[in-house]
């Protein structure tokens, strides 16, 4: 079992930036990739961006250039620096992981309010 702890959500105005954090702990070996997700009211969940523990990373083309994927293995932690955030940036994010053997695992969720 892998529990995800997700931190660093609130409410900034647009332009701003954001730092989201998300701490695995568990059968941390198991994980292979991990990421961010995101769900807006009366929206589907959508990928915002993933990191594997090689490194490789993958962004939605709606964050592409203002979001930064990073993932630190050694405190099993994966961080998302949100830039230049918009109002349609607003949102539920969650913390995922993947595992070796494709099970996935779930953050309870942080919420992202761009606003004025």
């Known amino acids: 079992q892998v529990q995800l702890v997700e931190s660093g959500g609130g409410l900034v105005q647009p332009g701003g930036s954001l730092r989201l954090s998300c701490a695995a702990s568990g059968t941390i070996s198991s994980i292979y990739t991990m990421g961010w997700y995101r769900q807006a009211p009366g929206k589907q969940r959508e990928l915002v961006a993933s990191?594997?523990?090689?490194?490789?990373?993958n962004y939605a083309d709606s964050v592409k250039g203002r979001f930064t994927i990073s993932r630190d293995n050694a405190k099993s932690t994966v961080y998302l620096q949100m830039d230049n955030l918009k109002p349609d940036d607003a949102a539920v994010y969650y913390c995922?992981?993947?595992?070796?053997?494709?099970?996935?695992?779930w953050g309870q969720g942080t919420q992202v309010t761009v606003s004025s």
């Open positions: 990191i594997t523990s090689g490194g490789s990373t």
């Open positions: 995922h992981a993947r595992s070796l053997s494709y099970y996935n695992y």
